[in-house]
């Protein structure tokens, strides 16, 4: 599938998500190109990780927190994310 797809206005990301990080940022794509690795300063603890990506995406996107939905991963580093008609686009695509 690769990391990202639109399912008609909504974009879905695959992430594998870093905790603790000294900042929020995306990183670029993992080796075989299937997650996109962001790193997040929240620790996951609490639900406090998963609130500081909706967050981080959300803004980056352009959109509202409550537009972004965890659809896979809620308890693990690999997540599936929901962004309801993202205003904008981020991340570099590589078209290769």
Do not use: C
């Not at 794509?29 to 996109?36: F, R, S, T, V």
């Not at 690999?78 to 991340?91: D, G, M, V």
């Amino acid at each position: 599938m690769g990391w990202y797809r639109w399912n008609g206005a909504d974009l879905e990301l695959s992430l594998r998500v870093q905790p603790r990080a000294p900042k929020d940022t995306f990183d670029g794509p993992d080796p075989g190109g299937e997650h996109y690795r962001v790193r997040i300063k929240a620790p996951p603890v609490d639900g406090k990780g998963n609130d500081a990506l909706r967050r981080f995406v959300a803004k980056s996107f352009g959109v509202a927190p409550s537009r972004i939905e965890i659809i896979g991963g809620e308890h693990a580093r690999y997540k599936r994310l929901r962004i309801q008609e993202p205003k904008s686009f981020p991340i570099p695509i590589d078209p290769a």
